[in-house]
């Protein structure tokens, strides 16, 4: 594993990173975060009792929109034409929680990590953002990659023991 931080160049100054000599790949990233409810609040989230409408879809089409939208929030980002985006926010009654995971592809010279880690966490601001009036206490956890492939690196799949 490199231990180059590649965003600065030899005099310490901030740099995107120059990818035009790599070739183009297949690249996939899958990222997943959760929203944290306290067992009341979760009763009520998880009935429908939220008065700004259907909570997961509206949080899923966010993820999306956040995606696309990276290299917009992410200083050093590259734009990258995404070629396929898949969210999905779904109930975990037994952690009280929602659950948000994000699958992101295209084909290119740098991979899409930032893309899905960036999709989870606005589709987990968006449920917060809805919720925020029956819970103050919501919480958002573990947002993480969980696996990537493509590129020089290749395959990376995290570790759950």
Known sequence: MSKDLTHFDATGRPRMVDVSAK???????????????SPASWELVRGGGVAKGDIRR?????GVMGAKRTSDLIPLCHP???????????????ANAFIV??????TGKTGVEMEALTAVITACLTVYDMTKAVDKSITIENVQLIKKSGGKSGTYVRNED
């Open 23 to 37: 070739s183009d790949t297949a690249r996939r990233a899958v990222a997943r975060g959760q929203v944290v409810f």
């Open 101 to 106: 995971t994000a699958e992101v592809k295209t």
């Open 58 to 62: 509206i949080a899923e089409l966010a």
């Open 80 to 94: 990258l034409p995404i070629t396929g985006l898949a969210i999905s926010v779904e109930p975990d009654d037994g």
